[in-house]
């Protein structure tokens, strides 16, 4: 099945192959679409993104997400090279300086939040609106972000970020209730599983959140890989009303109080 052919999109975000954006330019293009990827400077540098484009012949262009004028630049790329406007775009950028220096929730640096905020949330308002003034999506586009369920619920350890993904998600809402009347295009959260990736990796006790979630989850922790499937629906014709939603991808966790799994793990007491 060729669930994306014909169309074409941006993918921003994937670093390495175990970047949940790196499993969604795969799966995207195993579908049938036409990618060009998006990193920073630095990023395009360290991680293997040139090694894959190479292979899957996919066009890159490097920019900065809190840089209105590297995104300016981004889209007219893209629309040149794609011929005009385009259909879909992922939004997975994320990068708390608070969390990356071990500053706790109750001490963070303002700087490092100011950051935060800007890469992992107002860029997506950076990216919708440069996409919307220069009206580069096709009519029954979608705009995918990425989001953690610590933006409704507190998460041990994920720090600032969780004010970035309430805020984030608040942005797919706003921008979705004026690109949907004047372009039709759909904007969706979707709310995934931790995942063992490197942003993922830099939450403190990740390892554990993610014992705990497979635990709490019925169908068990989402893998990027699964997610990746789901985005695509999400950038296919099958699902052109669903917008301004946050839509969980993790197997369930979101609406679950115990499980037993988790009874089972609970260590005995002595007069149990
Ligand atoms: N890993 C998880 O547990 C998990 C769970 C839910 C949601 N998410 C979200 O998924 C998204 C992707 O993260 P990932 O887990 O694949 O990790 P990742 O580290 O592979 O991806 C994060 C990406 O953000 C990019 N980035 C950082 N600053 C940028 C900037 N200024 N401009 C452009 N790009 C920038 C990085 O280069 C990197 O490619 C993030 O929004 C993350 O918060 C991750």
Known sequence: MELLKGKKGIITGALN?????????????????EIILTNTELSLRMGTLNDFAEKHGCKLIAADATSIEDLGVLV??????????FDFVLHSIGMSPNVRKGRPY???????????????????HKLLHTLYTKDALKEWGSVVAL??????????????????????????RSFGAIYGPARHVRINTVSQSPTATTAGQGI????????YAERMSPLGNAT?????????????????????????????????????????????QEND
């Open 106 to 124: 109750e001490a963070l640096d303002y700087n490092f939040l100011g950051k935060t905020l800007d890469i992992s949330a107002l860029s997506f």
């Open 204 to 211: 403190a006790g990740m390892e554990d959140m993610l014992k």
């Open 147 to 172: 989001t953690y369920i610590a933006a409704e619920r507190s998460f041990v350890g994920y720090n600032d970020m969780a004010d970035a993904k309430a805020l984030l998600q608040s942005i797919a």
């Open 224 to 268: 990027a890989d699964d997610c990746a499937d789901y985005i695509v629906t999400l950038f296919s014709d099958y699902t052109r009303k669903v917008t301004m939603q946050n839509l969980y991808h993790d197997g369930g966790f979101s609406s679950v109080g115990l499980t037993a799994a988790e009874v089972a793990s609970f260590p005995k």
């Open 76 to 85: 007219d790329g893209a629309m040149e090279h794609f011929g005009g406007p």
């Open 17 to 33: 192959d175990k970047s949940i954006a790196w499993k969604v330019a795969e799966r995207a293009i195993a579908e049938g679409a």
